[in-house]
């Protein structure tokens, strides 16, 4: 029965994390991705803070954490998750969940620049080298009528302040004593602060409301945001980060298969290989270390996916 409620919310998160895009995409049809972002966050922030209050826990006092969450929320939530909502308007929902798996390769780059402690093994040099041929054979920059565009940009650009992001957590923001839930919704009311001051850049831009884009974002907002983040910690506590490592293997998957069924989106072999590729060489810097106790670069995630958690943010088996 255990095992079964594992798979379930693995499950779970998987379909989560990995549809965001696809509820990006949607809702970019009547929001401007400043708009689409800023309700993203605020729902999320809602649901967290509605949990921290059911769980009796309190949201940090101390200025110097809160200093760190300013920076976390900056490279973790409002400038990525504007640099996806811009890149998806002119790139496939499905391509956009590709790259976004890219996130641990470029941790393995910003983890030596901020004195992290974890060895770049052979494996790991190894990985960053497929991850890149990977990338490659998707975008093809070489060929004019390539997928690369400056969406595709924005959206690497989006997983490399994931990448900084995670390290900075990891090392500032681990251990604090502070629940992850209250750390998550703190770090999501300074994100909404962040994102106040983009307004003049298409928030006031017109809406066209209707049925499925207003849907979309509010599902963004409270189960992909919100919820995950929740049951990321669920899981995390229960099995451990393990077992929470296996969602970031599925959420490309995810992406690429509700793109190509319901977005009609571009599914070629190319692609498939590109993503295939990508994740062998996640895969690569996931092989573990000898070494105990140290933060690797190796501990990097979807960006939902590790939060500021400091049980992850500190080993080398989450994804």
Not at 232 to 254: D, F, M, R, T
Request: hydrophobic residues 55%.
């Amino acid at each position: 029965m255990g095992e079964t409620k594992t798979l379930l919310r693995i499950g779970a998160l998987a379909l989560m994390w990995g549809s965001s895009f696809f509820w990006i995409k949607l809702g970019l049809d009547a929001f401007s991705p400043v708009q689409l972002v800023l309700a993203r966050l605020v729902f999320g922030a809602a649901v967290l803070l509605l949990i921290c209050k059911l769980q009796r826990d309190r949201l940090p006092s101390d200025r110097k954490i809160w200093l760190h969450l300013t920076v976390a929320a900056f490279f973790h939530n409002a400038l990525p998750f504007l640099l996806f909502a811009v890149g998806e308007t002119t790139v496939d929902s499905g391509i956009t969940g590709v790259l976004n798996s890219t996130t641990p390769l470029w941790v393995l780059v910003v983890a030596p620049l901020m004195g992290a402690t974890g060895r770049m093994t052979g494996a790991r040099v190894a990985g960053l080298v497929i991850g890149l041929a990977g990338i490659l054979l998707i975008f093809e920059p070489w060929h004019a009528s390539g997928l690369l565009s400056w969406g595709a940009l924005a959206c690497l650009a989006a997983a490399a302040s994931y990448g900084f992001a995670f390290v900075y957590e990891g090392r500032y923001l681990s251990g604090t004593g502070v629940s992850p839930v209250a750390l998550s919704g703190g770090q999501m009311l300074v994100a909404i602060g962040f994102v106040l001051f983009a307004l003049p850049f298409g928030g006031f831009a017109p809406v066209h409301l209707s049925t499925g884009p207003v849907l979309a974002v509010v599902v963004l907002g409270i189960g992909s945001t919100g919820i995950a983040f929740a049951l990321n910690y669920q899981l995390l506590a229960s099995e451990g980060a393990v077992a929470a490592s296996v969602v970031g293997y599925l959420l490309p998957v995810v992406s690429v298969l509700l793109g190509a069924l319901f977005l009609h989106e571009q599914l070629n072999p190319q692609v498939i290989a590109g993503m295939v590729v990508v994740l062998a060489g996640v895969a690569l810097t996931r092989l573990p270390q000898r070494e105990r106790g140290t933060f690797t670069a190796a501990t990097a995630a979807e960006p939902e996916q590790r939060s500021l958690d400091p049980a992850v943010a500190t080993k080398g088996d989450h994804d």
